[in-house]
């Protein structure tokens, strides 16, 4: 499955990172909702990402580092939300180049097979 000749997982990072972005702009969210909202984002697109690559790992991998990267900054330290996102958006965009050429698109699931016919 392609969207616009594009893999689907990068559309799906890159959601992630342009969501964590609405964040920087102060839409009326604390720094413990943002810290949540970023976290949560990438944890939920990361995993539909997951499951449309093949090797899983390497996608979990991104997802992984993203959300606990935007987890430590919004719950380990004490930062702006602008600075959680920021920080979820640049673990996505290096680790999601570094990755990407050792994932592939998971295939559509084959047909089943149609029973045997009797040999007349």
Same mark, same amino acid.
């Given at each position: 499955m392609k969207i616009f000749g594009r893999d689907p997982v990068?559309?799906?990072n890159s959601l992630s990172a342009i969501l964590g972005l609405v964040v920087t702009f102060n839409v009326g969210l604390t720094e413990n909702q943002?810290?949540?909202v970023v976290a949560g984002?990438?944890?939920?697109?990361?995993a539909i990402a997951a499951a449309l690559t093949r090797p899983i790992a390497v996608q979990?991998?991104?997802t992984l580092v993203a959300t606990v990267a935007s987890a430590v900054a919004a719950f380990?330290? #004490?930062?702006?939300?602008t600075t959680t996102a920021a920080? #979820?958006?640049l673990i996505l965009a290096i680790v999601m180049f570094i990755t990407r050429g050792q994932v592939s698109p998971a295939s559509p699931s084959a047909p089943a097979s149609q029973p045997a016919k009797p040999v007349l």
């Open positions: 990068l559309f799906l943002a810290g949540w984002v990438s944890a939920v697109l990361g979990a991998f991104t380990g330290y #004490n930062v702006a939300p920080i #979820n958006g």
